[in-house]
């Protein structure tokens, strides 16, 4: 069969409209793969090109949002980029598995990419290593051993998170607190005597939302992004109805907040921030228990806290923050993380020398800017 002979591409906005409807039945639907998502990313030169595979009878059985930036003029090339992607009906199938991947590698090669980068949630493995319940699944061994009969490279830049803790929503209330480890039962009705309150915000408190942001990176030693990009995440999915951010308060006073996203089965914790006031009244934790019960109250079967160390050990920096998430009762869940494919492996050797470079620069500026109060 010929390239592109069962693959119907989605190029304009008619169909860009329905591309949630298109995806929301795929079970590794993600919010990154969205509509949305893609209006985001375009606005700060990221071109969206979503399309389809159809199989017997028209059937949808995969499906991709890449997102294309060109290199600075006059360089041709492009760089390509699947978030969370791509869709298959069955990762387990063989034939599907390998249609697609050649499709994408021609695409990649055909409109002078340097390489195309995927991070499907392809699940490798459940729990964290050498602990009695970490399990291994044959599927990721499966797909990481096609990847690499393929060329494809384990990418040295890991966008996402490639491991985070999931929470399954579909137990009763009274059963997901039972689950929790005691400690985090006792921080959330410890808030709650406290008087540690929790609201959902509007468009009106994100400007608060993102100085708290600030405060949090500038205390914890991350680099964030200027307000603009953040306002424009948030408003966008608001907008929406993918997003919801929820703000805790002593006394009237915001002290903390986080931004939850949902999309298909799934709601996710993508923001966290706080003043560093009132630690001692836990109000990340009545945070995030309200933001469970919302979730499961509006139908969601599955909460993600987004990202999990990639070493679990505890000098990993993440290693708090995972052990804050895991007393919830979560599980681990490893995925396959990013991939890329050089279309042009001369160029890709090159822009992987240079990018880690540029990104360095672009950090450090950033954390000067943060630090003089102009992020």
Known sequence: MGF??????????ADLTTWNDTIAAFPQAHILQTREWAGIKARYGWQPEPFVWRGEGGRLVAAALLLRRGLP??????????PKGPLLASWEDADLRARVLDDL?????????????????????TGVPGEDDARETALGDEVH???RRRG????????????????????????????????????????????????????????????MYAETAARDGFII??????????????AAGMAEPLIAEVEGEPVAAIVVFRFGARAYYFYGMS?????????????????????????????????????????????????????F??????????????????????????LPRALAVTRRARAWALRRGKA
């Not at 560093?276 to 979730?295: C, D, F, S, V």
């Not at 909460?303 to 995972?322: K, L, N, R």
């Open 329 to 354: 009762g979560a599980a681990v869940v490893r995925t396959l993380g990013a991939w890329d494919f050089a279309a042009r492996p001369a160029l890709y050797l090159s822009y992987s020398q240079i």
């Open 152 to 211: 494809w490279r384990f990418s040295a830049e890991q966008v996402q998170f490639r491991n985070t803790v999931l929470l399954d929503l579909t137990p009763s209330e009274d059963d997901l607190l039972a689950a929790m480890k005691q400690k985090t039962r006792y921080n959330i009705r410890l808030a709650a005597r406290k008087g540690v309150t929790v609201r959902v915000g509007t468009d009106e408190d994100l400007p608060l939302l993102y100085r």
């Open 73 to 82: 003029s006059p360089l041709p090339w492009s760089v390509l980029y699947a």
């Open 225 to 238: 992004r200027p307000q603009a990009y953040y306002l424009a995440v948030w408003q966008t999915l608001m």
């Open 105 to 125: 590698q021609t695409y990649a090669r055909r409109t002078g990419a340097i390489f195309l980068k995927i991070d499907p949630d392809v699940v490798v493995g």
């Open 275 to 327: 003043t560093g006031r009132h630690r001692n009244k836990m109000p990340t934790y009545a945070l995030q228990w309200e933001a469970i019960r919302r979730a499961k109250a509006a139908g969601f079967r599955e909460y993600d806290f987004w990202g999990a160390p990639d070493e679990f050990t505890p000098a990993d920096p993440m290693w708090g923050v995972f052990r804050f998430k895991r007393g």
């Open 145 to 147: 051993q096609t990847l």
């Open 4 to 13: 592109f002979e069962d693959v119907t591409f989605l190029m304009d906005s």
